[in-house]
């Protein structure tokens, strides 16, 4: 017999109510209006975008990566085991309670990737994070959005703020010459992948795993060129 879920912890968002359950040792899931947004247990597509997008700048001089949305951390983990120890890696979330929970109860799933020492946390829209660098920051190796809402027909295709035309535009900006920009999605979107091509982008559409439900992971490309190269 399953073991019954039980609340771990509950915080009143801007997006609604945020409820982290626990079953078992290692059963987690993270939930918002009591929609399930992650489960521990099925992960293979988050683990996919950080390999699959930080593997492409492994080999960078310190790679510099920005990902938005921590979650429970699969994809932050994913991403350090995929990059070497002179990288810097800056996390954007908007709910502190989330890193609070991958540094206690969800911290032994990626083994403290949170605390590594080439990470660090922004309480922040990562929107603006991406604006910041794209209008003279430092520019960004790759870029990943891990988030629960991923492209859709349902978007506005001009001015959603992370994968609308105009949003990508800025994300092209935000990277460096030949830099990547992985997404998360719950679908194939044929008009997402049309805005990214018409932004510069090449694509690339991966739905990782066999059978069941899969998810879809975008690892687009910016083309090499003489831009501004991130700042060391």
Not at 94 to 105: D, H, I, K, Q, S
Request: net charge positive; charged share 25%.
């Amino acid at each position: 017999m399953a073991q019954p879920w039980q609340m771990i912890d509950r915080v009143k968002t801007a997006d609604g109510v945020l409820e982290l359950r626990k079953r078992g040792e290692r059963d987690f899931l993270i939930l918002i209006n009591n929609r399930v947004l992650m489960n521990s247990s099925a992960n293979r597509s988050e683990i996919v975008l950080g390999e699959r997008a930080c593997r492409k700048v492994a080999t960078r001089h310190r790679p510099r990566v920005l990902i938005g949305g921590l979650g429970m951390g699969l994809t932050l983990k994913a991403a350090l085991d995929s990059l070497p120890s002179t990288a810097q890696v800056v996390v954007s979330e908007l709910n502190p309670e989330v890193v609070t929970w991958c540094r206690g109860p969800l911290a032994e799933l990626t083994k403290r990737a949170v605390d590594d020492p080439r990470v660090t946390v922004v309480i922040d829209d990562v929107t603006a994070v991406i604006a910041r660098a794209a209008h003279g920051g430092a520019l960004f190796d790759a870029i990943l959005l891990d988030l629960y809402e991923g492209p859709g027909a349902s978007i506005n295709s001009l001015h959603d703020p992370f994968y609308g035309s105009q949003a990508l535009k800025t994300t092209a900006a935000a990277l460096s010459s030949g830099g990547i920009f992985a997404v998360w999605g719950e679908n194939s979107d044929a008009s997402f992948e049309k805005r990214l091509a018409a932004a510069g982008f090449i694509v690339h559409r991966e739905r990782p795993g066999r059978g069941g439900l899969r998810h879809v992971v975008y690892v687009a490309q910016k083309p090499a060129s003489r831009d501004r190269q991130p700042s060391q």
